[in-house]
Nanobody, 123 residues
Framework: QVQLVESGGGLVQAGGSLRLSCAAS????????MGWFRQAAGKERDFVAA????????YYADSAKGRFTISRDNAKITVYLQMNSLKPEDTAVYYC????????????????WGQGTQVTVSS
């Protein structure tokens, strides 16, 4: 069973930083596009950032540009989301996703999902 396990969420004050990690269980993920999505209470799941298999190409939602950075370490089969200058509106459950053929920001392109990690930003 392929697994993605997120970690690093928590409670932080506005203006603070968090780094999320997503560890994959299969080395095959080193050839996959990896993405981060988030879902606030009562809202749809939204795209945050994605990175291609090599790390050469990254994609960001407008809300993430300039504040969040996605990266990956294929040797560790792990993808990261560094989040700086956090705002209360960033509060959500953050999900890691993976797919061999995904191109970027559409949730239905991704076949594999983690369970999510809660990020809460207090004002």
């Amino acid at each position: 069973q392929v697994q993605l396990v997120e970690s690093g969420g928590g409670l932080v004050q506005a203006g603070g930083s968090l780094r999320l990690s997503c560890a994959a269980s299969e080395r095959i993920f080193t050839s996959y596009t990896m993405g981060w999505f988030r879902q606030a209470a009562g809202k749809e799941r939204d795209f945050v950032a994605a990175i291609n298999w090599s790390g050469a190409n990254t994609y960001y939602a407008d809300s993430a540009k300039g504040r969040f950075t996605i990266s990956r370490d294929n040797a560790k089969i792990t993808v990261y989301l560094q989040m700086n200058s956090l705002k209360p509106e960033d509060t959500a459950v953050y999900y890691c996703a993976a797919d061999r053929t995904a191109l970027g920001g559409k949730a239905n392109e991704y076949a594999h999902w983690g369970q999510g990690t809660q990020v809460t930003v207090s004002s």
